[in-house]
C-alpha cells in the first residue's frame, strides 16, 4: 500500500518567510494529493490539491509542486501570517482508492 | 449545506465496555471514510466504504471493531469491548467520490479509563 513520508515534523518561521514543507510517496500510481490545515481542536480542512496531470498549482499564498518521477510534492506558503500556524498534513490518493495521510508538521509563525 | 455530522463529540468510557460512534456524510457524497488520529499524529484509515460496500477495512482490528453503512448513507462505527489504547479522535470522512476533496466531520474524542 501507499506509505507517505512528511518533513519536517516542526517549522518555526518568522512572520513574512516563507514555509516549505516535503512528502514522498510510495505508489507511482498515486493521483491525487491534497494538503489539509488542522487547527487545535478543529478538523483538518483542504487548503489545496494537484493531480498528477499538473506539476504546479498556486493560491493565492500557498503552492504546491509535484514531481512524480521522484514521487515527492511539497507545499509552499509564502508571507507567512500568524493564522498560518497550525498542522499540515499532506496526503496521498493511491491506486487503491486509498487516501493516506503523512504524520504532519507543525507549523509556528512568530511575529 | 450542511457539512459532515459526527455524534457524539466526546465520550468517556470504562474500558471492557462498548462504544459507538455515528457519522452522517455530505448528501450525495459516495464515499465514505472512518479516521483514527492520535494527539500529534497524521490520520490513521480504518475502513472506506463506497456506496454500502466496505471496499478497504484491512486496517481495522476486526476482533473489536465493527462499522456498518446502511443504505449507502449514514455510517456507525463501534468498538466492543474497548481498551485504554483506544483513546483518540474518531474522524469520519466522505468525498463525492474516491480522488476528490474529503470532507471531514468534527470528529468524537473518545477517552477510554
Known amino acids: 500500500g501507499e506509505n507517505v513520508e512528511q518533513h519536517p515534523s516542526t517549522l518555526s518561521v518568522q512572520e513574512g518567510d516563507s514555509a516549505v514543507i516535503k512528502c514522498t510517496y510510495s505508489d507511482s500510481a498515486s493521483n491525487y494529493f491534497p494538503w489539509y490545515k488542522q487547527e487545535l481542536g478543529k478538523r483538518p480542512q483542504l487548503i489545496i490539491d494537484i493531480r498528477s496531470n499538473v506539476g504546479e498549482k498556486k493560491d493565492q499564498r500557498i503552492a504546491v509542486t509535484l514531481n512524480k518521477t521522484a514521487k515527492h510534492f511539497s507545499l509552499h506558503i509564502t508571507e507567512t501570517q500568524p493564522e498560518d500556524s497550525a498542522v499540515y498534513f499532506c496526503?496521498?490518493?493511491?491506486?487503491?482508492?486509498?487516501?493516506?495521510f503523512g504524520a504532519g508538521t507543525q507549523v509556528v509563525v512568530t511575529p | 449545506e450542511a457539512g459532515v455530522v459526527q455524534s457524539p463529540r466526546y465520550k468517556i468510557i470504562e474500558k471492557k465496555q462498548p462504544v459507538a460512534f455515528w457519522c452522517n456524510p455530505i448528501s450525495g457524497h459516495n464515499t465514505l471514510y472512518w479516521y483514527l488520529q492520535n494527539l500529534g499524529q497524521g490520520p490513521e484509515l480504518l475502513i472506506r466504504?463506497?456506496?454500502?460496500?466496505?471496499?478497504?477495512d484491512s486496517q481495522l482490528p476486526k476482533d473489536r471493531f465493527s462499522a456498518e453503512r446502511l443504505k449507502g448513507v449514514d455510517s456507525t462505527l463501534k468498538i466492543q469491548p474497548a481498551e485504554l489504547g483506544d483513546s483518540a479522535v474518531y474522524l469520519c470522512a466522505s468525498s463525492f467520490r474516491r480522488d476528490t476533496e474529503a470532507f471531514f466531520g468534527q470528529g468524537t474524542r473518545l477517552t477510554v479509563v
Open positions: 496526503a496521498a490518493h493511491d491506486s487503491w482508492g486509498k487516501l493516506q
Open positions: 466504504y463506497e456506496n454500502e460496500e466496505a471496499v478497504d
